[in-house]
């Protein structure tokens, strides 16, 4: 009887401890949910909080979203802004060898999409690229945010990157 006794009081004792673990997993994990990490060949790596990408100059794009076969409204953050804090070459300075730059986003589910830096870029391509923070008015939902990726020239979202946590500008050369 006293071994049983031993034996409950270690497993309640195990199960206390990695219920404490996994609990500040997940509160270590919401706590670095709301942070974007950017990163580029000529810069050091960033980390962008939902309150900086607030603070930056917003754009709101109007999407159709052929999986829910609904229009969606996104507001959030040009990607070429967001990249500009890594001194991407943007505007006048992209063409010859900056053409061969790209963008890799990545979401928490390591989905991962590539977007060539002109494609990014509103004075070279016609479509936006943006951070999303707010989709109708309202902030994302758990299943798609705090930050996503919104290409609005596909004609499927499959380059929309939900659970957006990094942005890295690469070079092919």
Not at 21 to 34: I, P
Not at 51 to 57: E, F, H
Not at 83 to 110: F, H, I, Q, W
Request: net charge neutral; proline share 5%; with cysteine.
């Amino acid at each position: 009887m006293r071994a049983k006794r031993l034996v409950a009081v270690f497993v309640v004792s195990f199960c206390t401890s990695v219920l404490g673990a996994q609990q500040a997993s997940v509160g270590a994990a919401s706590a670095t949910k709301s942070i974007l990490g950017v990163a580029g060949p000529s810069h050091e790596p960033m980390e962008l909080s939902a309150a900086d990408l607030k603070a930056m100059p917003r754009t709101t794009v109007n999407f159709h979203n052929s999986h829910t076969n609904a229009d969606e409204t996104y507001s959030g953050v040009r990607l070429a802004d967001v990249l500009a804090k890594m001194d991407a070459p943007l505007g006048n300075a992209l063409r010859g060898e900056a053409l061969a730059n790209y963008v890799v986003a990545t979401g928490s589910d390591g989905y991962t999409v590539v977007l060539a830096l002109g494609e990014v870029d509103p004075s070279f391509h016609p479509g936006e690229v943006i951070v999303a923070d707010t989709m109708d008015g309202k902030p994302l939902d758990e299943h798609s945010g705090p930050f996503k990726l919104v290409v609005t020239e596909d004609k499927r979202p499959a380059r929309g990157v939900r659970n957006l946590i990094r942005i890295e500008l690469k070079t092919a050369r």
